[in-house]
């Protein structure tokens, strides 16, 4: 069998989801005789993560995103297909699995709201067995590098959604898990604190290798953290491999950022562009233009004889901008 520590193999899952028509006698007769309608949420997908990876698993909403974690968590089964998660089926959801593995869903809880964080995590070390002096010691140093000690002992539904998503961060890694399932976990917080979560999961990652798979609509997370990313639509992988291959592949070509001169007021229809270079905004003296990749020398070098320039940055396109034509099926 493959070392891989997370092997996915023609994982489908199909809910079948209730349906009536409106108004009272749809209601009543609903009640006699059940009609169901398919989702089909996610269709054969196969990938392998290896043990330390940090993927980015991405996707338009309800691309089937979620529903792919919590498979690989144990919360659902699938319709079909095959998981093996650090050598364990996930649904079996056997003990020794559950403590290798942890999941925080940005949009749940799993920190009691009316009683202090640091009683959760009594009552999490309990269930998962930590002895007391250890689970002081995580609790501890969980907390030294989050800088949190001051908020563990308010009820939680006293606290910030940035310190809540703190509390959530610790509950899920105070038994060291190996696997670490990241469902949208800055979703909701200010720049400041993304950054800072980003920061001590790629601190964490390099600390004890855990491997992550991380949800995310903020592309900054991405970039950040994901060396790799896989993409879904419509519950199909349609991409796996590195952010920078996903440009070169999706949107090859350079965006060339120029500031003219004060003095330049030629016209738009008056500059003759080479083939290859395109303009594709103009606000004063700041100019956008695309180039295609094997262009680039010649593109600078027109740019550089025909306008007086005060500054030029050659850059990637956005991968927002990539991904959002995917998504929308443009490439
Ligand atoms: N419990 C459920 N019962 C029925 N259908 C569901 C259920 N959960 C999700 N779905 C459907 O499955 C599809 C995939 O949903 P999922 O939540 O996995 O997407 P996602 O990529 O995580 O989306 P988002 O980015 O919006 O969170 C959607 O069409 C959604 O409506």
Same mark, same amino acid.
Request: net charge neutral.
């Given at each position: 069998m493959?070392?891989?520590?997370?092997i996915?193999?023609?994982?489908?899952? %199909?809910?079948?989801?209730?349906?009536r028509n409106e108004?009272?006698?749809?209601?009543?007769g609903? #009640?006699?005789?059940?009609?169901?309608?398919?989702?089909e949420?996610?269709?054969?997908?196969?990938?392998?993560?290896?043990?330390?990876?940090?993927?980015?698993?991405?996707?338009?909403n309800? /691309?089937?995103? =979620?529903?792919?974690?919590?498979?690989?968590?144990?919360?659902?089964?699938?319709?079909?297909?095959?998981?093996?998660?650090?050598?364990?089926?996930?649904?079996?959801?056997?003990?020794?699995?559950?403590?290798?593995?942890?999941?925080?869903?940005?949009?749940?809880?799993? %920190? &009691?709201?009316?009683?202090?964080?640091w009683?959760?995590f009594?009552?999490?070390?309990?269930?998962?067995?930590?002895?007391?002096?250890?689970?002081?010691?995580? %609790?501890?140093? #969980?907390?030294?590098?989050?800088?949190?000690?001051?908020?563990?002992?308010?009820?939680?539904?006293?606290?910030s959604?940035?310190?809540?998503m703190?509390?959530?961060?610790?509950?899920?890694?105070?038994?060291?898990p190996?696997?670490?399932?990241?469902?949208?976990?800055?979703?909701?917080?200010?720049?400041s604190?993304q950054?800072r979560?980003?920061?001590?999961?790629?601190?964490?990652?390099?600390?004890?290798? =855990?491997t992550?798979i991380?949800?995310?609509?903020?592309?900054? !997370?991405?970039?950040?953290?994901?060396?790799?990313?896989?993409?879904?639509?419509?519950?199909? #992988?349609?991409y796996?491999?590195?952010?920078?291959?996903?440009?070169?592949r999706?949107?090859?070509?350079?965006?060339?950022?120029l500031?003219?001169?004060?003095?330049?007021?030629?016209?738009? /229809? !008056?500059?003759?562009?080479?083939?290859?270079l395109?303009?594709?905004k103009? !606000?004063?003296? =700041?100019?956008?233009?695309? =180039?295609?990749?094997?262009?680039i020398?010649?593109?600078?070098?027109?740019?550089?004889?025909?306008?007086?320039?005060? !500054?030029?940055?050659?850059?990637?396109p956005?991968?927002?901008? %990539?991904?959002?034509?995917?998504?929308?099926g443009? &490439?």
């Amino acid at each position: 069998m493959s070392k891989a520590h997370i092997i996915v193999r023609n994982l489908t899952k %199909v809910y079948r989801v209730p349906e009536r028509n409106e108004g009272l006698a749809a209601a009543i007769g609903s #009640l006699w005789r059940r009609k169901y309608r398919e989702v089909e949420a996610v269709r054969d997908i196969s990938f392998s993560i290896e043990k330390g990876e940090i993927v980015g698993f991405l996707g338009p909403n309800g /691309a089937g995103k =979620t529903t792919s974690l919590k498979m690989l968590a144990g919360l659902l089964y699938p319709s079909s297909g095959e998981a093996y998660v650090a050598g364990f089926i996930p649904w079996k959801r056997q003990p020794e699995y559950l403590r290798r593995m942890s999941m925080v869903l940005g949009n749940k809880s799993q %920190v &009691i709201w009316d009683i202090p964080a640091w009683d959760s995590f009594r009552l999490l070390g309990d269930i998962y067995g930590l002895p007391a002096a250890k689970l002081r010691a995580a %609790v501890d140093e #969980l907390c030294t590098l989050l800088d949190m000690h001051e908020i563990l002992n308010r009820p939680v539904r006293m606290l910030s959604l940035g310190q809540r998503m703190k509390c959530e961060l610790v509950a899920a890694l105070l038994y060291r898990p190996e696997i670490l399932f990241l469902d949208e976990p800055t979703l909701g917080l200010d720049v400041s604190m993304q950054r800072r979560f980003r920061q001590f999961i790629a601190d964490y990652n390099c600390r004890f290798g =855990t491997t992550v798979i991380l949800t995310s609509h903020y592309m900054a !997370d991405v970039e950040a953290l994901c060396p790799r990313i896989i993409l879904i639509n419509q519950g199909q #992988l349609c991409y796996d491999g590195s952010l920078q291959g996903l440009t070169q592949r999706f949107a090859p070509g350079k965006l060339l950022r120029l500031i003219l001169s004060e003095r330049y007021v030629e016209s738009e /229809a !008056d500059l003759a562009l080479p083939a290859g270079l395109e303009l594709l905004k103009r !606000d004063g003296v =700041t100019w956008t233009l695309r =180039t295609s990749q094997q262009d680039i020398l010649t593109s600078v070098s027109h740019i550089l004889r025909h306008l007086p320039i005060v !500054d030029l940055t050659v850059e990637d396109p956005p991968l927002e901008t %990539v991904i959002d034509q995917m998504y929308r099926g443009e &490439i």
